[in-house]
């Protein structure tokens, strides 16, 4: 379980990938003092399982099924990626609860900068709008975010980032037609099966 809250921005630096796997080294100079072999890290949003760890950086295993599903399939060399250890129940808990289980992969439809915050606009798959509500929590590459609009006709979210939140992760990266993954609130889904099965 997560906050998304990022820790660290980290780097991508090497990629092996066979027919129904692939191995990300993901250097993490910041937290790498934090992370032990079998620990859980959200990368971008994405629970993986570090299987090997050095003074500077961790290795992670990436089924293909996870590729096709996520952005990960966008990443490469030298990527920047948002990271996250798993939470720790006497801590606060600043975000929301996120499982690094990604729902769906949103599109980036436009960055619009202001003043003092960035509005940022994604178009998120049809299934998924029905969990999303105003003034709500969404995890965008896991980072835990505040639903700022919804547009139901064309499935469009805005959130708005503050500087603090584009200086410390990725989505500063993000440009139109950017892949983003997305986990909504599980709350929305245990609700909604609740609903449905409650008279059966």
Not at 134 to 160: E, F, H, P, Y
Request: with cysteine; charged share 20%.
């Amino acid at each position: 379980m997560f906050t998304g809250l990022i820790a660290e921005l980290g780097t991508i630096t090497d990629i092996k990938k066979d027919e129904t796997s692939a191995v990300f080294t993901i250097s993490a100079p910041a937290l790498i003092g934090e992370i032990k072999l079998g620990d859980s890290i959200a990368v971008n949003g994405v629970c993986l399982t570090a299987t090997k760890v050095t003074d500077t950086d961790f290795t992670a295993d990436v089924m293909i099924q996870t590729l096709s599903l996520t952005s990960l399939s966008e990443i490469s060399i030298g990527s920047p990626v948002n990271l996250e250890l798993a939470a720790k129940l006497n801590d606060r808990m600043g975000g929301h609860l996120v499982q690094g289980h990604v729902d769906g992969v949103a599109t980036v439809i436009s960055l619009t900068s202001g003043t003092n915050w960035t509005q940022f606009d994604i178009r998120v798959p049809n299934h998924l709008i029905k969990y999303i509500v105003n003034q709500g929590s969404i995890c965008l590459d896991g980072v835990s975010l505040t639903v700022g609009k919804i547009d139901d006709a064309s499935d469009v979210v805005t959130v708005w980032l503050i500087p603090e939140t584009l200086e410390r992760t990725n989505l500063s990266t993000k440009k139109p037609d950017s892949l983003i993954n997305v986990e909504v609130d599980v709350l929305a889904k245990y609700v909604e099966r609740l609903l449905n099965k409650g008279d059966k």
